[in-house]
């Protein structure tokens, strides 16, 4: 029987960690046949296109800086003439802060605009950046699915201690829901995925605390929310355009928070 996503290509950045939730994407697309382009800003990613390889998934990975215009240019081109067309886009790329001693130091009041700036470049302008250069192409078949994986931090919540990112996410949640509407008659769906905690390698110890105090007692896998993204990319799901899939085990639901079941 034929795949859901047989003859399709997707584009998926951020990819390179092995158990990061771009990988969980890249993986759940190319086992539903699609053929994967892996971005990351490392050689790592050749590692996880050769993990895929080996299960037989077409995959080819790329080293790239996003935050620079030419970079997702280049690898859209690099697509077109392998393929001729792009039907999936997941603009994973960007992180919050990468340690905790860094998390805990950057309250508004000393937050430089250095550090502002490149919260927004790596969380936001990556994805407006390989927006732009994907819609071309998926307009002309008049056919594409853009993914944005968003996070609860900004567009539903917020902690103390990161502004930029919240900004950021919240910025990408609002792109979404812009370039929705723009695209929609072409046949193209844009949607957004906002992952709560989730027990990544670059999981924090405060994290892994905050996410067994969610309601279900334990912080999400890169797995279930890659299902929430293989959903979305499915091309049933072409009357969903515009929406933010909340994947936090019911954190964004609480009223009040000292009850506990």
Not at 212 to 222: A, D, N
Request: proline share 5%; with cysteine.
């Amino acid at each position: 029987m034929m795949r859901p996503l047989e003859k399709q290509v997707a584009f998926v950045t951020g990819a390179g960690s092995p158990s990061g939730i771009g990988f969980a994407i890249a993986r759940d697309l190319g086992r539903d046949g699609a053929s994967l382009a892996l971005v990351s800003t490392t050689e790592r990613i050749h590692a996880r296109a050769a993990e895929l390889q080996a299960e037989g998934i077409r995959a080819q990975g790329y080293v790239a800086d996003l935050t620079l215009p030419e970079a997702a240019q280049r690898i859209v081109q690099s697509l077109h003439a392998a393929f001729g067309r792009l039907d999936i886009c997941v603009n994973n790329a960007g992180m919050t802060v990468v340690t905790e001693q860094e998390q805990l130091d950057q309250p508004i009041d000393t937050l430089t605009l250095a550090d502002w700036e490149k919260s927004l470049a790596r969380n936001l302008t990556t994805c407006f950046l390989v927006t732009r250069a994907v819609l071309p192409l998926m307009r002309a078949q008049r056919y594409g699915r853009i993914i944005n994986i968003a996070s609860t931090s900004g567009p539903v919540q917020a902690f103390v201690g990161d502004s930029a990112y919240h900004a950021a996410k919240a910025g990408m949640w609002g792109f979404t829901r812009a370039v929705a509407l723009e695209t929609a008659a072409d046949g193209i769906t844009v949607n957004a995925v906002a992952p709560g905690w989730i027990a990544t390698a670059s999981q924090l110890d405060f994290e892994k605390r905050a996410g067994e105090l969610t309601p279900m007692k334990r912080s999400g896998t890169p797995a279930e929310v890659a299902h929430a993204v293989r959903f979305l990319a499915h091309p049933g799901a072409s009357y969903i355009t515009g929406q933010l899939i909340v994947v936090d085990g019911g954190n964004s639901l609480p009223e009040d928070r000292g009850w506990r079941p």
